[in-house]
T-cell receptor, first 112, second 117 residues
Framework: GDSVTQMEGPVTLSEEAFLTINCTYT??????LFWYVQYPGEGLQLLLK?????DKGSNKGFEATYRKETTSFHLEKGSVQVSDSAVYFC???????????FGSGTRLSIRP | EPEVTQTPSHQVTQMGQEVILRCVPI?????FYWYRQILGQKVEFLVS????????KSEIFDDQFSVERPDGSNFTLKIRSTKLEDSAMYFC???????????????FGPGTRLTVT
């Protein structure tokens, strides 16, 4: 069945460092891909999405490109801030389904 | 901005008791979902609901679980006889439509932490 694999955490970086969180997926057809973020004590918020190959999703300085050839959707940010500390979930929704399938989450901590 | 709300934020119950988790989806949304996240594990789909019936459910969603939209605003998840392994964060979500009718975003609530003792 469909699945998402993302890099294990926790990831700890200094402020202004470059961030990459790797995500790969297994799915039939053409899924939509998402990154969700969960700040401490809060629910899941959609950070960005891409619905077809080569689409780039972006929001709040974060970017991810839908790469069908490598089945990847890596999250990147050029300069992280302390306020980016959160858990990040890569996720997909199959082309004929409504449910979202999540990766295991990556906890990101940013040091001042 | 409209949001999904959930109550209570934390529920503690004894094994074997029934619990009802409540959600108020965004008002013009038609599709409703429950997910759960056992501590330290991934978020897992439980069930989707549309037009007053279940449209999809996972293997986790067995006979001890049920969902209901008792009125025009609430969406509930009932666990009939709780087990220790039901301890988790339960997230409700809603969307205007579903995949295939557009890339409709699912909006998630803040979650209810259920602790079964």
């Amino acid at each position: 069945g469909d699945s998402v694999t993302q890099m294990e955490g926790p990831v700890t970086l200094s402020e202004e460092a470059f961030l990459t969180i790797n995500c790969t997926y297994t799915a039939t057809g053409y899924p939509s891909l998402f990154w969700y973020v969960q700040y401490p004590g809060e629910g899941l918020q959609l950070l960005l999405k891409a619905t077809k190959a080569d689409d780039k999703g972006s929001n709040k300085g974060f970017e991810a490109t839908y790469r069908k050839e490598t089945t990847s959707f890596h999250l990147e940010k050029g300069s992280v801030q302390v306020s980016d500390s959160a858990v990040y979930f890569c996720a997909l929704r199959g082309s004929s389904a409504s449910k979202i399938i999540f990766g295991s989450g990556t906890r990101l901590s940013i040091r001042p | 901005e409209p949001e999904v709300t959930q109550t209570p934020s934390h529920q503690v119950t004894q094994m074997g008791q029934e619990v009802i988790l409540r959600c108020v989806p965004i008002s013009n949304h038609l599709y409703f979902y429950w997910y759960r996240q056992i501590l330290g594990q991934k978020v897992e789909f439980l069930v989707s609901f549309y037009n007053n019936e279940i449209s999809e459910k996972s293997e986790i969603f067995d006979d001890q679980f049920s969902v209901e939209r008792p009125d025009g605003s609430n969406f509930t998840l009932k666990i009939r006889s709780t087990k220790l392994e039901d301890s988790a964060m339960y997230f409700c979500a809603s969307s205007e439509g579903r995949q295939g009718a557009g890339s409709y975003e699912q909006y998630f609530g803040p979650g209810t932490r259920l602790t079964v003792t």
